[in-house]
């Protein structure tokens, strides 16, 4: 595996692939990396000729200073993991690679509903830094696809209408979320969990697959009534939002209808999980 740390090493790396006009795929993430990641990184590897991963910690994005401070970053063991991976470059830039100057000014974009709402209003300014990274990003590597996870499923809404807005020609992949064995979404900040707290991290599955179930026979009103219940039971657990919105428009929905997406956000002690799952028609 090739390691660039700037945008001219990576232009050394990629020019001949461009040169050749074969595909190049790319897999963004923040590191620690687990199961969740790699599933991206297969699937760009089936997809393309050769396949590029990002691993930078933004800090645009971060609208919560300790969460950045605390934020996992196993260098080591996660170059192992890519290279066992198949993974054919990793880009590691540092904050001056991709700020230089420190300038840490996000773009402006205007995404209607779609950024307003759950991570958007919990989270203030994570979606502006979050997409001026991945534009950044997307500048720096030229990919022809692009990988993100439905882990995600708002970030990946807006990075979708980021791209048919400016008519960038990259095709966004979105795949599947990856499960531990007990349901919990993987994600990096698992990690930071305690073992009490990571016990009891798995009500958030459990309870999504529930509603999964539920919709069939629930209103709208019913499902949320009995979500907070259940988290407010849990001594440790928090419950931040939970919300069901259309899959498209996110627009949280009162009656059921088409295509609908179920989100949530639990603090677990200190740490802050989300997870979704999808609602097929009543
Ligand atoms: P992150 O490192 O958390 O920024 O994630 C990098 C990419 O991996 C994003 O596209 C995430 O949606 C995706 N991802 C993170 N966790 C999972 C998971 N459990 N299953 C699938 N994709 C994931």
Redesign the pocket.
Known sequence: MKIAHTIEELDTILDPYRKEEVAIGF?????AL?K??I??IEKAKTENAVTVCSIFVNPTQFNDPKDLQRYPRPVEEDKRILEEAGCDVLFMPSVEAMYPGGNFTTLEENFGVLDKVMEGASRPGHFAGMITIVNLLFMAVKPVNA??????YQ??AIIRRFIEKHVIPINIVG?????DADGL????RNSLLTAEERKHAQLIPQTMFKVKEMWEKKTVAEIKKWVEGEFAKDGLLRLDYFEISDTKTLEPVTTAHGECVACIAVFDGNIRLIDNVLLTNK
């Open positions: 897999v963004p993430t923040m590191g687990h969740g990641h599933s991206l990988y993100f996870g439905q882990k995600d970030q990946l795949c599947p979320i990856v499960r979404a993987m994600s990096s």
